[in-house]
């Protein structure tokens, strides 16, 4: 039976016997309805049977059932037991794997502690056998005690040694302490037997006896034998003798050297005066202009009164008390001839009897005005006013006013004080300008913007271009002569001039220079205004910009080609023009101008041009454009240059004053005081001159100041000084002085404090 | 004779050395000429060529400016031909005048003044050279060689000077005040020498002869000589030049005032391109009276050994002139043999030397540097010639300690040879 081999389990076999038996009545079942087998049964029988076979079935089948519910509840049952019992197999494996590794580390831990090298081993000890020989007893103990016993026997061992070497450091310290003791002792024997020394060589001085300064260095060299031997009494002079042999070179030759090459001359300089004159506080410049009157047809006491209330109408209409008109008759008699004022203008008073009101009438070539009056207009005495005096008044203050209104604002451009703080009509310059008309303060300005600076020497460079080859020659001597040199005589009290001249041939316009246009209009070749500063070629005409120490002032006459003449200004046709502070030029176009051109311009030719070289020139001097006449213009320019001459020569000392007193190590050389003394003497003069009305001497007095106080201003040693601080003298001595000087003073000290102590010892 | 033959043997080669350069490089004394380490503006064979073509066309030497030698020579050296055109009578003439001081130091060693005198005779005076030797070096230190083809007109100093020694050193005091005489009209700083050379000449004296003469009336006679000399000498230039003026200032006035501070060997130049004009006149002052200080001091402490005092004067010369050159220091050389016996005392003569050296090789490249390839500057060549001074510096330095220590030993006998510190 294969399947009892298989099922052996006791639990099983009931069910397999149940299912044979189940078998057995499923195969009665089927004999019993097997209608092949028995056909004789009674079917119902056959029915009854087969009923209860089958029932007899149906029990086994539910007993079968019921048993193998049970089979497999057991193996339920039986797995899970059989799961609980591997979770435990699994524990428990894993426990052993731990004890594994539990015991493979120690393992490794006791083979590291087995191989550890400890420091006992090495231990600095005595040795073994030395120990064990101090130590008999020793010899039986196993190795630890004996170890322990041997450490103990070293710390003993060292416990001592440290004691012993305190010991010997405080012995030391000791011995330190009186080897100090000892080295003080020596150096206060060594001052003792210095003294010694001094007292035997005096002796053997004395006694001429060798002897003692041998003991004596024999004595030293016992307590300290590596101390030089003294130094000879001869020694000890020759070194005093080579010490004053450098200080006598140092104080005889040095010192006087010091001194000699570093003091600076500073000469005394009046700088209270000299700042004074810079602010105005000397000298407030005033211009009194004597006018004379001449009044050949009035009888004295009238030609008196007309006199004064002109005055007073004079001094009625001024605004500006600086500059102020003095009337006076030609017939008074100063007091003091040393007081003449120069005359600025006389008045002629002449009766003309088909007047009805007066007129006057200026003389172009003399300081003269003549007024024609009715004779009706004398005024009576008793009148404060009349019609002529005031007609006089008036016309003489026109005459006067651009004069006066340049000077106000040369005065107002230095900021003087316009006048003395106790004058009744005290005004400033600046006033004096306010209550100008416009037109004519702008024609004062463009003026003083036009004229040079003034100089002492003026050079008038006369030259002629020409494009061409002609003309090659002009007669400029003549010109010269004629128009310029009347000019130049009358204005010698101001400046001095001189004359060049020279001719250029083939001078061609700059090419940057526009080319002059021909207008049909005026059948003339133009130039237009704004390109006039351009037509002189700078670069190629030979134009030098100054001939020695003073400006020039350059007048060019240029004389166009036959095809580009007429050549003129564009809109004003005029063919003369001013460049300010620079000079003036005049294009002299031929005439006829079809005509070939001369090669030699005549004096006649060159007539209009010098007539407007000689305006020109007055221009650029800075005469003023009114009073017509001459004679006129020139004084009020000699009134004017005196006024910017004298202000800036003031100026001029005030900055020098300035700058010796910023700088207290600038060298101050006699010359500068001998020009500030001469400066200042002719200021003041020139001062009283201006207030004396002598505007000539005044303007003499004030040219020599400013030359003088230019020459002291630039003095050339004052000005090659630069500003040098005392700090840096330091840099200077020391890096030489001090490497020398050091072992000098040292040496001086020395040898001072040698004598002092030798002068001590003979005293006590 | 052996030893005439030997110095025959010097004398002669010495010659054939200088001709024989001139002949194998005939542009050397004219490249020795321009170079600032041999021609100083007043010494220099240029300025004097100048100077000469001046007078010989009847114009006053010292209106070019450039001129600033003694006019004595002006004569003299129009009678040589024009060393452009014939270079040989004036090399000829410059190696006669080398053999002539080597002759004076011949005379100065074989009278033995620098190993023994009248208060002192050195320890180690077996130690020595003999004069011949002492000419050899001097004749063939390519510093004397160099200073004899650049025609520097500082040798006719050189010859007065030494002159003056060996006069004094064989007691002829008339002569060397003369010669003194010379050599200061030449080139005023000799004068400085004066008092020293008074004393050897004095010292001599009370050796040659028994009675001693009263120091102070000797000194007054002899400085009267000197001064009649040079008195002398400065009447026949003024007689040449016509200006007394213009010839003592164009000389001496630039001698003394410094005012061409063309780079040479010395100090001075460098400092003064530097110092602001207000100083200049103070340390001037301050320069020479360095230079004049150290007479009075060397004079006192070394009163025993008066030629010691000389030479190291010379020395003193070399460093702090106001215009130096090599040929100071070949003079200066040229003494320092005689003292052979102070040789084992000095202590640094390796360093002095080597920066001798150094000087002599760097400084003419440094120069090159600055002035031809522009890619130096004045510092350079100022360096140079510093570590120039440096090193004779301590040679004086060091030779004055020995001369010291030898007056010490001499003086303590029992520390003879024992170890010394200088306090």
Known sequence: ?764 | MGVDRRKAAVFGGALALRLLLLVLFPSLPDLLTGRVEVSTPVTSFKRLQEGLFLYTRNVSPYDGGVFHQAPLLLPFFSLLPNPQLFPLPTAVFYSLIDLVNANALVTISDSGQAVSGRFYSALRKHIRWDGVSIAAWFLFNPFTVATCLGRSTGVFTTTGILYAFASATTGNSLNAMLALGFASYLSIYPALLLIPLVLLCHDRQVQGAKATPEIGLFALRHFAIFAMSIVGLLGISTVLIGDFYTLVSATYGFQLLVPDLTPNVGLWWYFFIEIFDSFREFFLGVFWLHLAAYMGGLTVRLRRQPLFVLTSLLGVFAIFKPYPSISDASLYFALLPLYRHLFPLMRYTFFAISALLYATLLGPAFYHLWIYAGSGNANFFYAITLVWSLGLSILLADTVFAALRDEWEHDNPEKRGKEAKQV
């Open chain 1, 1 to 764: 039976m294969a399947i009892r081999d298989i099922v052996s389990n006791p639990s099983l076999l009931p069910v397999l016997g149940l299912s044979a038996e189940t078998r057995d009545q499923c195969m009665k079942l089927l004999a019993s309805i097997d209608p092949t087998a028995d056909l004789a049964a009674d079917p119902q029988d056959r029915v009854l049977a087969a009923s209860k076979e089958q029932k007899q079935l149906f029990a086994l089948l539910a007993r079968l059932r019921g048993q193998n519910r049970d089979a497999i509840l057991r193996v339920r049952e039986t797995k899970q037991s059989t799961a609980e019992a591997r979770q435990e197999i699994d524990r428990l494996h894993l426990q052993l794997q731990n004890l594994y590794y539990e015991q493979r580390h120690l393992t490794g831990e006791i083979a590291a502690c087995e191989s550890y090298d400890h420091k006992y081993l090495s231990l600095p000890l005595t040795p073994l056998d030395e120990f064990l020989a101090l130590h008999p007893e020793h010899q039986q103990s196993d190795d630890h005690e004996l170890m322990i016993a041997r450490i103990n026997h070293e710390h003993g061992e060292r416990e001592k040694l440290e004691q012993a070497r305190q010991e010997l450091l405080k012995r030391k310290q000791a011995l330190i302490a009186e080897n100090n003791k000892r080295k003080e002792d020596l150096a206060s024997l060594d001052q003792d037997l210095e003294r010694f020394i001094d007292h035997a060589l005096v002796m053997t001085a004395k006694n001429d006896d060798q002897t003692s300064p041998q003991t004596a260095s024999d004595t030293m060299t016992d307590p300290a034998p590596r101390l030089p031997p003294p130094e000879k009494p001869e020694a000890v002079r020759t070194r005093f003798k080579v010490i004053a042999a450098f200080w006598a070179v140092i104080i005889f030759l040095g010192f006087p050297i010091w001194w000699q090459t570093t003091s600076i001359y500073r000469a005394s300089l009046p700088i209270p005066d000299m700042i004074d004159w810079a602010d105005g506080k000397t000298c407030r410049p005033v211009f009194p202009l004597e006018i004379r009157f001449e009044t050949p047809s009035l009888p004295d006491a009238e030609a008196q009164h007309l006199l004064r209330t002109t005055q007073h109408t004079l001094d009625d209409l001024n605004e500006f008390s600086a500059h102020h008109l003095r009337l006076k008759l030609s017939s008074d008699v100063p007091a003091h001839p040393n007081d003449v004022a120069d005359t600025a203008l006389t008045v002629r008073l002449l009766p003309q009897d088909d007047l009805t009101s007066p007129r006057s009438h200026l003389h172009s070539d003399t300081t003269q005005l003549d007024v024609f009056y009715p004779p009706s207009q004398i005024p009576p005495p008793s009148a404060s006013n009349s019609p002529l005096s005031s007609f006089v008044a008036s016309s003489l203050q026109s005459l006067f006013t651009e004069e006066k209104a340049i000077i106000a604002q040369v005065l107002s451009d230095n900021n003087v004080p316009g006048a003395s703080p106790n004058s009744a009509n005290n005004q400033a310059p600046s006033a004096m300008l306010n209550s100008l008309s416009p037109d004519l303060a702008e024609s004062i300005a463009r003026r003083l913007r036009r004229s040079l600076k003034y100089a002492e020497t003026y050079h008038l460079a006369f030259s002629l271009f020409t494009p061409g080859s002609s003309p090659s020659s002009w007669d400029i001597q003549a010109a010269v002569h004629d128009y310029i040199s009347p000019l130049l005589e009358a204005f010698s009290p101001i400046s001095n001039f001189t004359v060049d001249t020279q001719v250029q041939l083939y001078a061609t316009f700059s090419p940057t220079a526009p080319a002059p246009e021909y207008d049909d209009a005026n059948s003339a070749w133009t130039l237009k205004k704004d390109d006039l500063s351009a037509f002189i070629n700078a670069a190629e005409w030979p134009l030098s910009p100054s001939i020695g120490s003073g400006p020039t002032i350059n007048f060019i006459l240029y004389v166009p080609t036959p095809s580009q003449s007429p050549l003129v200004v564009k809109d004003s046709l005029a063919t003369s023009w001013v460049i300010p502070q620079w000079g003036g030029v005049f294009l002299l176009n031929p005439t006829p101008v079809d005509a070939n051109q001369p090669a030699h311009l005549t004096s006649d030719a060159l007539a209009p041009a010098f007539m407007t070289f000689s305006h020109q020139l007055l221009t650029l001097l800075g005469a003023p454009s009114t009073p017509a006449p001459l004679p006129l213009r020139l004084q009020t320019l000699t009134r004017l240059r005196a006024a910017s001459l004298l202000l800036s020569a003031s100026s001029t000392m005030g900055s020098l004053a300035r700058l010796t007193e910023s700088l207290p190590s600038i060298p101050i050389p006699a010359t500068v005081a001998t020009s500030v003394s001469t400066t200042l003497e002719h200021l003041s003069s020139a001062c009283a001159h201006l207030r004396h009305g002598q505007f000539q001497a005044a303007l003499a007095s004030a040219r020599v100041a400013e030359t003088e106080a230019e020459r002291s201003f630039f003095e050339k040693s004052m000005v090659g000084q630069m500003y040098f601080p005392d700090e840096h003298k330091v840099a200077v001595y020391l890096p030489l002085l001090g490497p020398i000087g050091v072992p000098l003073i040292v040496g001086l000290l020395k040898e001072v404090k040698k004598l002092v102590a030798g002068w001590r010892e003979r005293r006590s």
